[in-house]
């Protein structure tokens, strides 16, 4: 993690965590004069709207403008992480077990950088990923971005289920 994404990790985790968010990561592109400071809050029991959205920024906003610590003009974007959510911390990799990723590393690990299979679990400072039935060892530090891939189920059996309760969904061609 760099410098100042800790730095900014340390002044935003308390505010959100303070309003009852967890704090789930955040992502900071500085572009010249025009930089992004994405933050990512969640709340398992009760899901994120815009509300809580609008609740957080305004916080955030307040506490960036005492605190000052990006020199530049910057868009503040709080959001949810969503059904892709990325992931940040070596922990969220562990809840994740089981579930499809796409990880792109900042260096290749054996002749590649990216990477799309099965969240095993973490196995000390690494995240274990099964890809074609390949096991990878995947060093946590040199994870430059990660995040979950939704699987949805389009099996005939729970199609035909959806069709049946969803007749309007069905598309008919005329020939």
Known sequence: MSAKLK????????????????????????QGHQSLLRV???DAANGIGIGD???????????MDVEDPIQTEYTLE??????DRPLFRLEQYEAFAGHQVQIRLRMAFEGRRKFQGLIKGIEGDDVVVVVD?????????????AHIVP??????????RYHRSHPSHLSRIAI
């Open 78 to 83: 709080v959001s949810s992480p969503g059904m």
């Open 7 to 30: 730095q900014l990790e340390d002044i935003l985790r308390p505010v959100i965590e303070g309003l009852g968010y967890e704090f789930w990561g955040i992502e900071f592109r500085s």
């Open 53 to 63: 959205c609008e609740k957080v920024s305004r916080q955030i906003s307040g506490v």
């Open 151 to 160: 699987v949805f189920d389009l099996s005939p059996t729970h199609l035909s």
């Open 40 to 42: 990512f809050i969640d």
């Open 133 to 145: 039935d390949h096991e990878y060892l995947l060093p946590f530090d040199g994870i430059e971005k």
